[in-house]
């Protein structure tokens, strides 16, 4: 390599070309001599909601495991560690990108029982029943993320199964100190587990809570143990199927025997978009996610978003006009694939996001109730977490797995000792009604057995002159999409590195309702008075999603990215 030292002017950076050069004349990485070069790494890198969670992943790729083995590993832990999303009774996606550049992504969302209707959640009257589609048995989906682990593993793993299993189930029997947040999270919500769970002591103590306090969940050391034992069937079949068909009728719920036996994750061939010289890898329907996150690039690119900076007045004006047309044709157009035609190719061509744009005037904002899906010729009518990991080979995973809710529906299944998700809110209860996250959906949302829910999540990798460069997603519910897409944005068009990216204050925007939710201190008090000056109505929140990425460097390290605004944990080698 030649290193071009000629416009170097301060000793830092002449230190670190020195320093980089030094380990690529000896073949090796600073990692391989107990070094790191702030905190870059060349061998592999776990980003993942826990810290212990993070170590195992980190564990898996020390053995000898891929970035797959690593992330069934981390799926596992995040259940024991992260009982707020990490799940077994929930679902998701991955997107996976080869270390030789071929990509796939795989669908183990929640589906709808075959008992579930389209008018499961309404009333007499036809209006929608408070909180059944959130805290009842009759919220949960068929689970999916066990499924989709076993076909993960299947396809591309290299350690044994039993071996990437084992790790949640000593987690669990043993215990582990839980952090300041989890602390916080269970007595939040010790009072609604005490409801709903009558007689139970699972995740709650007598009086708090504290940082540093041991959680052992016995119960779910044994469902792991027979997932450990028997795959796919430790948990769709036998003993633990049997827990969660019990469970369903002493709660009136939906979920069969004949639902957990039928149900079966699905390869789908990778969402695939450029933005500028960057290709765009992300997840298809039933995720909304990759169709919206791609829209909102092509929105903005032709916009110098470079030259107005990072959270100023223009850029966040242009992406919150962006962003309240890319939500309104998620209301109209986005559900199941294999339930509803849902019309990519036409969402994503670059004269129809031209023409959604040309609605946009400087002069002041487009009021919400203006803007309608978009039209075109030929069409038939908050918790969640986030893993990114990469191995030695190059080989990444971009992982969304939720519950939806933060604890689900807060019941868990008896004896099993894991929480159920409340999954099936994310379907339009009624056309025209939003759901717990605000999001509005119609037809091509609605209710049926077998049907998997639309989706939020947006898993991502992104490449750079055929290489690897990003890998990214969050939690956040709506807020996911304008999570990912602003730390895209902020590391390509901002300069960023990955931990900044992460860490720097957002926004967002979801159409309806009618404003502009910005972080605590995101934006400074003139930019503020400029947007409402121009008819925004803005509204301050604590915080937005909480992204766990990974970049690639130009040196070939790997950088990474966790969220502050959690546990969220970075290790490397």
């Known amino acids: 390599m030649t290193l071009n030292c000629v416009k170097i002017n301060n000793l830092k950076c002449l230190l670190l070309c020195l320093f980089t050069t030094f380990f690529v004349l000896v073949g090796c990485a600073p990692g391989q001599l107990g070094l790191n070069n702030s905190g870059q790494y060349r061998n592999g890198m776990v980003v993942c909601a826990y810290p212990d969670a993070a170590q195992v992943g980190l564990d898996i790729l020390k ?133 709903l769970n009558p007689g139970s002591n699972y995740l709650v103590k007598d009086g708090e809570w504290k940082e540093g306090d041991l959680l052992v969940q016995e119960d779910l050391a044994k469902t792991f143990e027979q997932i450990r034992d028997k795959g796919r069937d430790g948990f769709y079949d036998g003993p633990v199927a049997d827990l969660i068909v019990d469970e369903m009728k002493q709660g009136n719920g939906l979920i069969t025997k004949a639902d957990l036996k039928n149900y079966h994750a699905v390869w789908r061939d990778a969402l ?47 992406i919150v006009e962006a962003e309240r047309r890319v939500y309104a044709d998620r209301s109209k157009y986005l559900g199941d694939p294999d339930f509803y035609k849902v019309p990519v190719d036409s969402l994503l061509k670059p004269a129809y996001i031209t023409s959604r744009m040309k609605t946009f005037s400087w002069d002041a904002a487009t009021p919400s109730t203006s803007i309608q899906p978009g039209t075109f010729v030929g069409h038939e009518s908050d918790q969640t977490t986030h893993y990114s990991i990469v191995d030695r080979f190059g080989n990444a995973v971009s992982i969304t797995t939720t519950l939806n809710d933060s604890f689900g529906s807060r019941i868990f299944v008896s004896g099993a000792g894991f929480l159920l998700n409340n999954e099936m809110d994310d379907f339009s209860s009624k056309p025209g009604v939003p759901n717990m996250y605000g999001l509005i959906g119609g037809k091509a949302n609605s209710i049926q057995p077998g049907k998997r829910m639309l989706s939020s999540m947006t898993p991502t990798i992104v490449e750079k002159d055929g290489k690897l460069f990003m890998i990214v ?76 990425a990974i970049l690639k460097t130009q040196w070939g390290y790997y950088e990474g990215g966790a969220d502050p605004r959690g546990d969220d944990t970075k290790l490397g080698w």
Request: proline share 5%; charged share 20%; no cysteine.
């Open 63 to 195: 053995k000898g495991g891929n970035a797959v083995d690593a992330a069934v590993a981390v799926q596992f832990a995040l259940t024991v560690t992260l009982p707020e999303a990490g799940n077994v009774g929930g679902g998701g996606f991955m997107v996976y990108r080869a270390g030789d550049g071929k990509t796939s992504t795989l669908d183990f969302r929640e589906k709808g029982p075959a008992a579930a209707n389209v008018n499961m959640y309404l009333d007499s009257a036809g209006n929608v029943i408070p909180d059944m589609s959130l805290y009842t048995h009759k919220a949960s989906g068929v689970p999916g993320s066990v499924d989709g682990m076993f076909e993960a593993h299947r396809k591309y793993g290299k350690l044994k199964w039993a071996d990437l299993v084992e790790p949640a189930i000593k987690l669990a029997r043993n215990g582990f100190k839980i952090t300041k947040h989890l602390a916080n999270d269970l007595n939040r919500t010790a009072e609604q587990f005490k409801k």
């Open 272 to 318: 695939i978009g450029n933005y500028k010289d960057y290709k765009v890898i992300t997840m298809p329907p039933p995720s909304s996610g990759g169709i919206a996150l791609l829209q909102l690039l092509k929105s903005v690119e032709p916009y110098p978003i470079k030259r107005w900076g990072y959270n100023q007045d223009s850029t966040i004006r242009l």
């Open 473 to 548: 997603g969050t939690p956040g519910g709506s807020t996911i999409i304008t999570s990912v897409f602003q730390t895209i944005l902020n590391v390509i068009e901002f300069n960023q590195g990955m931990q900044q990216a992460v860490a720097s204050k957002r926004f967002h925007s979801q159409w309806l309702p009618d404003e502009v939710t910005i972080e605590k201190d995101g934006v400074d008090s003139v930019t503020v008075n400029k947007l409402q000056s121009r008819g925004y109505k803005v509204v301050s929140r604590e915080s937005i999603g909480r992204v766990d």
